[in-house]
């Protein structure tokens, strides 16, 4: 009889597929998983502690660096949760402005969600094809608020800055390149043999599965669940515009890409009917009291951000700092599946799976 | 050269015999050098990036400052590694990707030895790195190097049966094992390159060399996304060094055999092209191949272990021993 033993993996928190200081240890027998413990926790800053002792404006950076690759997606709902509680009006031209680098954030996350697969399954080439189309987003971004990351734009009561001029026009340009690179997007990957042979039938789970462990987005989605906070519970000026929640049958990887590959052409649709009804002047703040104080209460919102279901808890006092501040980070919910999706499944699909789950680190440490 | 190398061997042919040797490792070391700075050209042209183009006119420096660097570098040894093992792995790696290139005639004229066996020596000889590998991750005492030492032993026993299998066809064809035999049965139009009657053999061949070659799509041993990069991450400074010149001969290797067993060696495609010495056309055709292997780096992504597997022993295995019986009624048929 040969002797043999489990050996234990620590995959991270240095490792190029864990998408940033992620750590998983792994006991393997041979290549196939057994057990896997996740570790978190590297990137913790205590952000929603050192929100307590911040006034509202302060903490919008601090939204940005927890999901940095949808920041404008965490911005907006910190002041959606603030705005809520002081039911503020906000003017037309700072809504369309809002949802527009929402929808573009939504775009850009999910190329470098596709690059950065595509990198963790082997292929090279997509990453750059996904971040030369990116970078136009960056870029239009940059215009808008001074920022390539972490933009700090939206405000309670509406936007810092203002569209600069000819910057509609670039978005409105923007449209039909994306949609013409997302159609070279498909027929550079989404029909390669060894690709599909990769992501098929791997991660699988269930509806009952995803809706227990509180998956949401595209994790939730692709298990054959029709949910989407921008449909369901229509937030800033969603319930305006036409547009499809693509749903997945298996519950599998290429569910999920299928799906996130099918949003970014949704993304690009709600944009092209935002850019034909965009005001063109307009105020950008609302009336804001000058130093933001919410009434005594409590406020839950939640949004759809590329990751899922992003929300915000607000206790507040009335002061001008938030009695307590609880972000529900979808890219924490959805890892929690990790452990349980990778018991029998081999190393290499470790790196599919948790490329799947699609996290950012800073969401899930916080 | 024919008559030079059946002389019987003095000082005088001695000499001349280390001399040219040397002078295949140094053309050998410049191909490695230029091959590492295209592909990164060419990927970069693939990517829509430049590729180097800082160190020297157009960044022809930069293998080259690359390789002053590896040999600069500190040489690590981990403390709880085997240090024989650790020591010897690079160097078993690397002596049989040089000596596979005696055996390969570069025209009519041009050649290092006349092997009999000559197809034979090289399956055999290429074999050998293998277990290189597998001692490199295994002597690095690290998990991730074990796992990509494990996974290089398996993929040669999958893709070296089909690959020999797969050159059988060629050898029935040609009746010889002699490399110079068999690119010289090929003469003429291009039709009589083995190509045509040996497509399915050509095939199943170009995917068990890339297999043994360790590159995207079968690039396991050491899959960055996974394994870091497998057997050889512990090893830096010019034992890494070692690791990938090994690679890279085998490319220049793999490249050159493919030219010789399919593609007609040095013969033109047309015989009124054979005004173009032959040594253009081999060389040709070499980049040919060369350029082959970075498009397909460039497309595609990594197969998983076990698809590999299965695709070695379920598809390429029972092909390619359909070649050899296709082959045999064709033979029978047409000879």
């Known amino acids: 009889m040969i002797r043999t033993e489990e050996l234990l993996l620590n995959v991270g928190p240095q490792h190029p597929s864990t998408h940033g200081v992620f750590r998983i240890i792994v006991k393997i027998d041979g290549e196939v998983i057994t057990e896997a413990i996740p570790v978190m926790g590297y990137l913790h800053r205590g952000t929603e502690k050192l929100a307590e002792s911040l006034n509202y404006t302060q903490i919008i950076p601090y939204t940005d660096r927890m999901d940095y690759v949808s920041a404008m997606t965490s911005n907006y709902v910190l002041v959606h949760a603030v705005e809520t509680m002081m039911n503020l009006e906000i003017p037309e031209r700072a809504q369309y402005l809002r949802l527009v680098v929402m929808e573009l954030q939504r775009v850009a996350s999910h190329l470098v969600w596709w690059g950065t697969y595509l990198l963790d399954i082997g292929a090279m080439t997509p990453f750059l094809y996904a971040f030369r189309d990116r970078e136009k987003i960056i870029d239009m971004f940059n215009e808008l608020c001074g920022a390539r990351l972490t933009y700090n734009y939206m405000r309670v009561g509406g936007v810092k800055w203002d569209a600069p001029v000819g910057w509609i026009d670039k978005v409105r340009e923007f449209i039909p390149y994306m949609r013409k690179n997302l159609e070279e997007f498909h027929n550079l990957v989404s029909g390669n043999e060894i690709f599909l042979a990769r992501i098929k039938g791997i991660g699988k789970y269930d509806a009952q599965t995803a809706i227990d462990y509180g998956l949401s987005g595209a994790n939730l989605r692709s298990a054959g669940v029709k949910w989407d906070l921008r449909k369901d519970q229509p937030y800033s000026i969603y319930d305006r515009f036409d547009f499809d929640i693509p749903v997945g049958v298996n519950g599998d990887c290429y569910d999920r890409y299928v799906i996130r590959m099918e949003e970014i052409r949704q993304s690009l649709r709600i944009l092209e009917q935002a850019m034909a009804q965009f005001p063109t002047d307009g105020d950008i703040m609302g009336k804001v009291p000058r130093i933001i104080r919410p009434p005594e209460g409590e406020v839950y919102v939640r949004i759809e951000s590329p990751r899922g279901e992003i929300g915000c808890h607000i206790v507040s006092r009335g002061k001008a700092e938030p009695y307590r501040l609880k972000f529900r980070r979808p890219s924490f919910v959805n890892l929690q599946i990790l452990p349980k999706l990778l018991v029998g499944e081999t190393m290499t699909n470790l790196v599919t799976i948790l490329g799947g789950i699609d996290i950012v680190v800073g969401e899930v440490d916080a | ?335």
């Open chain 2, 1 to 335: 050269m024919e008559d030079f190398l059946q002389k019987t061997l003095g000082w005088g042919n001695f000499t001349i015999f280390a001399i040219s040797a040397i002078a295949m490792l140094l053309i050998s070391l410049g191909f490695v050098t230029y091959f590492i700075y295209f592909e990164r050209k060419v990927i970069g042209w693939m990517q829509f990036r430049i590729g180097p183009n800082r160190t020297g006119p157009l960044g022809l420096l930069q293998s080259v400052a690359d390789v002053a660097k590896l040999l600069m570098k500190e040489d690590t040894i981990p403390k709880k590694a085997d240090k024989a093992l650790f020591i010897l792995a690079p160097v078993i790696t690397y002596v049989p990707s040089f000596m596979v290139l005696a055996v390969i005639p570069y025209s009519e004229t041009l050649y290092f030895t006349d092997l009999n066996v000559g197809l034979l020596y090289y399956i055999a000889l290429s074999g050998i790195s293998t277990i290189g590998i597998v001692l490199g991750g295994w002597a690095s005492n690290n998990k991730y190097a074990l796992l990509g030492g494990m996974r290089s032993a398996a993929q040669m026993v999958s893709y070296e049966i089909p690959l020999v299998i797969s050159v059988t066809g060629v050898i029935m064809i040609s009746g010889s094992l002699n490399l110079r035999m068999i690119a010289m049965g090929q003469e003429g139009w291009f039709w009589h390159w083995n190509i045509v009657p040996q497509i399915l053999g050509f095939v199943i061949f170009t995917i068990a060399a890339i297999a043994e070659l360790n590159r995207t799509p079968f690039d396991l041993p050491e899959a960055e996304s996974e394994l870091i990069s497998g057997y050889h991450v512990e090893y830096s400074g010019f034992r890494f060094a070692f690791f990938m010149l090994s690679e890279y001969t085998y490319v220049y290797a793999i490249a050159a055999l493919t030219t010789v067993l399919f593609l007609g060696g040095w013969y033109a495609p047309a015989p009124f092209l054979d005004f173009i010495p032959g040594l253009i056309w081999f060389f040709a055709k070499f980049a040919f191949v060369v350029f082959f292997l970075f498009w397909i780096r460039a497309t595609l992504p990594r197969i998983r272990i076990d698809q590999l597997m299965s695709l070695g022993w379920k598809w390429l295995l029972p092909l390619s021993l359909l070649n050899l019986f296709l082959t045999a009624i064709y033979m029978e048929i047409f000879r």
